[in-house]
């Protein structure tokens, strides 16, 4: 589909425009993002302005530069309060990071990829990839392959085509295939693994959060490193991880949160 065509009209192209400007990090220029976007100069510039008016964006005049604007710390702290499982989990989390001694990872699904909602580091922290409010892959993480996992079949299939299957390290399941192979798997034991599938070193235990009818609310994980632990010691927490899995569930019956697509 052409630029001009998005399926979602011009509030569409309007979101990618912000998601490239998230994406960068950083304050942008109009020509770095000219450059990305598919739609032609005076449709991008068109969009910026609207998005700069609305205060979704800012302009900082002097270096001609784009950033995220203070309306969407607004929108993100509403979201984050109306479709977030943090709230109403932090009690748990500390339950659990208090028991184990290790990090505890809350995370939800978002357009197929994993968006880490809260975390509790461990008695001795470990740097690594995730953290609140970064996203992550879906198929190489312990609390994406877990929500993969209890997905409906057309969530599934949807989950799936925005993998990118990039191998991060030996141990990455980098196939459609392997992936859903190894999803069974995970269904039959009840809990996922991270076999250092992400990142180096970095391992872990994790369990969905599951609605009383079968829908994936989010997940749980308990992670640690190899240094310090193993799989089979994680694995041994899993019956406490579910417990904790199901408070929270418990806790979110009273809460309406958005579909997990």
Known sequence: MGAEGHAD????????????????GRPVRFSD?????????????????????????????DQGTYALGVRLVRLAHAAWAQSSLA??????????????????????MDQGQVLYVDKRNAARPVEMFAQAGKVGPAYCTGVGKAML??????????????????RHTDHTLDTPDKLVTELKAIR?????????????????????????????????SVTSTTARTTLEALEGQSGLIKDIAAKIATEAESWRFPEQN
């Open 33 to 61: 993002l000219l450059t990305q976007a598919d739609y032609p100069k005076a449709t991008l510039y068109r969009l910026l302005q609207t998005l700069t008016h609305q205060g979704m964006l800012t302009l900082d005049p």
């Open 188 to 220: 039959a034991r009840g809990h996922a693994f991270d076999r250092e599938e992400h990142e180096r070193g970095i391992i872990c235990c994790a369990v969905p959060i599951l609605s009383r009818t079968g829908r994936v609310l989010g997940a749980l």
């Open 9 to 24: 009209g011009t509030v569409g192209k309007a979101l990618d425009v912000l998601d490239m400007v998230a994406r960068h």
């Open 149 to 166: 996992a209890w997905a409906t079949p057309e969530a599934l299939d949807q989950a799936l085509a925005r993998q990118s299957f990039h």
């Open 87 to 108: 709230p109403i989990a932090r009690p748990y989390l500390d339950e659990l990071a208090a028991k184990t001694g290790e990090t505890i990872h809350l995370a939800q």
